[in-house]
């Protein structure tokens, strides 16, 4: 589910392209998703299919040597008031999944850097959640500015591995 903590390995650089997802590589992704949460393939492509047609959706692709090892998305997400608690609707990062084979080569930092590129051009004011236990991705957002704000929040339809989750939010230079 989760990568495991390893906070003393040293990565090693990977030559990764991030591209905006086409139709073709859902079954790719659809695969990715498949290994880390179970359920169905075609369950996971239809979901992703959703996503890439959203025009307020991006969902990118890392790529090595033409082969699909990572995707991730992000949008403008709102949420059911009778349902929610204490998360705003706002643009959010919407998950990150890289190849386990490939994981601690910058995959993911590259994936985090161009949802943010396409973010800041809309917002200055970007969020994103996770499970409280998922320390390799609240290290990874760190680096790239998010901050904790609560763990007392809602989600409809999100169950947090471990029960509990960190809403974190990151400004860019200027945003108060
Ligand atoms: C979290 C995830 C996307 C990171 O992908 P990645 O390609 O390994 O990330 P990077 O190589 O860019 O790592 C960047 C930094 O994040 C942190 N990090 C990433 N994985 C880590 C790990 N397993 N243990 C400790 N720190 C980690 C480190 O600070 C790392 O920098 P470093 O390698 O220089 O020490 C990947 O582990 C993954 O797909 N996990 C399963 C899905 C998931 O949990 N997604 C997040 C849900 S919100």
Redesign the pocket.
């Known amino acids: 589910?989760?990568?495991?903590?390893?906070?003393d390995?040293?990565?090693r650089p990977l030559a990764v392209t991030v591209r905006p997802a086409e139709v073709t590589d859902l079954d790719a992704c659809a695969a990715l998703a498949q290994q880390?949460n179970g359920g169905e393939s075609d369950t996971w492509r239809s979901r992703l299919s959703v996503e890439l047609d959203d025009p307020e959706r991006l969902l990118v692709v890392a790529e090595i040597d033409g082969i699909v090892v990572?995707h991730?998305g992000a949008g403008w997400l709102s949420f059911d008031p009778e349902l929610a608690d204490n998360v705003k609707p706002g643009w959010y990062?919407t998950?990150?999944?890289?190849?386990?084979a490939?994981?601690?080569?910058?995959?993911?930092?590259?994936?985090?850097q161009a949802r943010l590129n396409w973010l800041d051009a809309r917002t200055d004011c970007s969020w994103?959640?996770?499970?409280a236990a998922?320390?390799?991705?609240v290290?990874?957002?760190r680096?790239f500015g998010f901050r904790e704000v609560t763990r007392k929040f809602t989600v409809p339809g999100v169950e947090f591995t471990g029960g509990v989750g960190v809403l974190s939010v990151r400004f860019t230079a200027g945003a108060r």
């Open positions: 589910m989760f990568a495991v903590y390893e906070p390995v040293v990565g880390r990572g991730a990062l998950g990150v999944l890289v190849d386990p490939m994981r601690r080569g910058g995959i993911g930092s590259a994936l985090v994103y959640f996770a499970s998922n320390q390799p991705s290290d990874l957002h680096r």
